[in-house]
DNA sequence: CTTTAATTTGAACGGGCGTTCTAATTTTAT
DNA sequence: ATAAAATTAGAACGCCCGTTCAAATTAAAG
């Protein structure tokens, strides 16, 4: 029974993506509802039909990145056998398409005192998803005998700094130019931590 | 001739600590001149008398921040002789000085269409002092046969882009508890690097 | 065709923003 | 003591913010 009757659907994905252009060019508190409202064609109170508020919204839009992102790499992971060229594949997932400019809207958010401590709860959650996937090719590396035996969760805030730190470059370079100084981060990276 | 007369000085400089904890604590576009004003116990106005606006407030303190840091680090550099000690230190000297919370209200800035284009000039202009700490150590590693002969701008941004993402922990967690991390960063770094 | 429910608009609200301005007060110079 | 200059306060301005709401429009159901 009751199929969805109407279909503004559409008009929901239009918002949501022209949010996310936004929010992703000018962070979180300098997107302005108008600006959504303007630049998706959709009045601001349709916007409120559709989202709760402004920070819902962004919260939304940060999990289905973050979502995707990680689906993304699940597709791509088997393409990898070897730990060590999984780890060359992940630098690249991450510089094209980790969404660094959106999540920085994150930090924004989460770093006034007004947001609602639910929405930051949920940003951290996020934070810990590439965390997760940096963890689980060690963890592989280590028990198929690739890597030495070590500290796998300072190897994971290790590598995930120098990804997210290289990550801040795509503000200004083209990610194309970027490959060689993710792939030597990588490389560098395994030079100590292969057998 | 006209020593100066008044001594507002120091109002000036109560304004500039409270506005420096603000931006820092909740970043630029979310310290309003009236929280500033509230903090420092001078009025709106007051401020305003000293300086020429809100933006400019924050490029002097991103300025002074950033010459500091630079000027402390000139001050400790002779402490060690050989380039992978500096680097060590370097590395403690950004955990314990740069002041991540304050510059990432620079990009904060930098991101808005509206601000000034001067003033995101001279933010870009300071994005560049660390850098040039970085490869001054590498430089000298190399000219004094310490490290091997490579590709010194791109171990520049690989070592700036490591340390800068460690800084964003500091956000969390406690300096002292980052020590390990950031030590054997630069421990990893040096191994390929080093002769 | 009428009724009902879903969708969309646009005006309105209260509040806070960055900034300006005038006037009061304090300090210095004469 | 008086005039001039520097310092400070605080009200006021216009603007835009996030949000709400009532009314208009559109689509589906009977």
Redesign the pocket.
């Known amino acids: 029974m009751?199929k969805?009757?109407?279909?503004?659907?559409s008009?929901?994905l239009e918002i949501m993506e022209k949010a996310f252009l936004l929010f992703s060019q000018k962070g979180y508190?300098q997107?302005?509802?108008?600006?959504i409202s303007k630049a998706s064609?959709?009045?601001?109170?349709?916007?409120?039909?559709?989202f709760?508020?402004?920070?819902k919204l962004f919260v939304l839009l940060a999990q289905r990145t973050m979502k995707e992102w990680y689906l993304k790499w699940m597709n791509k992971e088997p393409e990898f056998t070897c730990a060590s060229d999984k780890l060359y594949g992940m630098a690249m997932h991450v510089l094209y398409n980790y969404q660094t400019p959106l999540l920085k809207g994150g930090q924004e958010l989460a770093s006034n005192p007004e947001s609602s401590p639910e929405s930051i709860k949920q940003l951290y959650e996020l934070a810990v998803i590439p965390m997760g996937a940096y963890r689980a090719i060690l963890v592989q590396g280590i028990e198929e005998g690739e890597f030495k035996k070590g500290n796998v969760e300072e190897w994971t805030v290790l590598i995930g700094t120098w990804l997210g730190g290289l990550c801040q470059l795509t503000n200004t370079q083209e990610l194309h130019s970027l490959e060689p100084l993710f792939k030597n981060a990588v490389r560098i990276f395994l030079e100590s931590i292969q057998k």
Chains 1, 2 share one sequence.
């Open positions: 009751s969805r009757r109407y279909n503004s659907e008009a929901k508190t997107t302005s509802v108008s600006d064609g959709y009045s601001k109170g349709h916007i409120y039909y559709h709760e508020n402004k920070e």
